[in-house]
């Protein structure tokens, strides 16, 4: 079967999920979505897939299974513990779970999938909702080699770096780490434009020069924070959209447990967790705004 004519089913049409399946409908995939939230799913049918009735009716009979879901709780109440989806996925298809969930959850799913037959694998992505739109999101993955080759065509339609963290899990470990490290830069960006714009300075002309100095990094480059500097990101509408601060607080969480399990010194990654519990502390709808909204601590 050549891979256009697998039938992917795809569940969790959220920020990510749905300009991810918009790139495999135009890349030729024919797509089964699947979400909560009907208007999530009406807006991905607009992008070109079928509508599923259920999580269960997507998954039934694909050939490849994507999953971008919240967080862990919901990938295992529904992959295993309420309604029990890999039970329904056929054995020999492949699973694909892009959601940020801990190593121990992924490991979990791993292993359920083996036992079923499913081959598995653990791919967070990175770059944001700007790269899910353009097809050009980083894979972190972890699992099998035979896994990990089963699933570039699909994965090269919506990202363009696709890496091998190792075997199950390991894509997830990768993530939190590459999280913890996006936390500490987006808050450390912050500060330094904010004390600019205090002692006189216009944010674009000094995100410029930063940009263009030994402070550049990603969210100068492609995120910036203060509202204005850059058209199209979260901070010039208001933080609306891209990376929720209750999601960034979630891997956090996660960096958290994952560097107290394996006794790795993290204060920074601690600093900037302390500081993304005190914005969702600060406002009632301040969990619900991209993480960019992290200048408002320093204003
Ligand atoms: P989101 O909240 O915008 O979307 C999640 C979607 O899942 C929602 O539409 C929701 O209705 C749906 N959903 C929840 N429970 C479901 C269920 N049981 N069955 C079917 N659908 C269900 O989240 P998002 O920003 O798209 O993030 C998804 C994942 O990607 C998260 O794990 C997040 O940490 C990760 N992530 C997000 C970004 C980003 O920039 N937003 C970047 C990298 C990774």
């Known amino acids: 079967m050549s891979t256009n004519e697998q039938t992917i089913a795809f569940i969790g049409l959220g920020n990510m999920g749905a300009p991810m399946v918009a790139n495999l409908c135009t890349k030729g995939f024919s797509v089964r979505a699947f979400d909560v939230s009907t208007e999530a799913l009406h807006n991905a049918v607009k992008l070109g897939c079928d509508a599923a009735t259920s999580a269960s009716a997507a998954v039934s009979g694909a050939d490849v299974v994507l999953t971008m879901l919240p967080n862990g709780e919901i990938v295992e109440s529904l992959l295993i513990d309420e309604q029990c989806l890999l039970e329904v996925i056929p054995s020999g298809a492949l699973l694909i779970d892009c959601s940020t969930v801990s190593a ?6 791993h292993q359920h999938a083996d036992s079923l037959g499913v081959q598995c694998l653990d791919a967070p992505v990175s770059g944001g909702v700007g790269a899910a739109k353009a097809g050009t999101l980083a894979f972190m993955c972890g699992g099998t080699l035979d896994a990990f080759a089963a699933a570039q065509a699909v994965l090269g339609a919506m990202g363009a770096n696709i890496f091998r963290a190792g075997d199950a899990g390991a894509g997830q470990t990768a993530k939190i780490c590459n999280n913890m490290l996006l936390a500490v830069h987006m808050a450390g960006t912050a500060e330094a434009l904010q ?6 300075l216009d944010p674009s002309v000094l995100s410029e020069i930063m940009r263009k100095s030994s402070g550049g990094n990603w969210s100068l480059e492609k995120y910036n924070p203060y509202p204005g500097v850059m058209p199209e990101v979260p901070a010039s509408n208001d933080y609306v959209g891209g990376f929720l601060v209750k999601l960034m607080l979630k891997d956090l969480g996660l960096a958290a ?3 107290k399990a394996s006794s790795s010194k993290t204060p920074m990654g601690d600093q900037a967790h302390a500081l993304f519990q005190q914005l969702k502390d600060s406002a ?3 969990e619900g705004k991209d993480f960019s909204s992290i200048l408002k601590i320093f204003q």
């Open 257 to 259: 447990k994952a560097g």
């Open 284 to 286: 009632e709808d301040a």
């Open 195 to 200: 004390m600019g714009v205090n002692n006189g």
């Open 104 to 109: 121990t959850t992924s490991l979990r799913v």
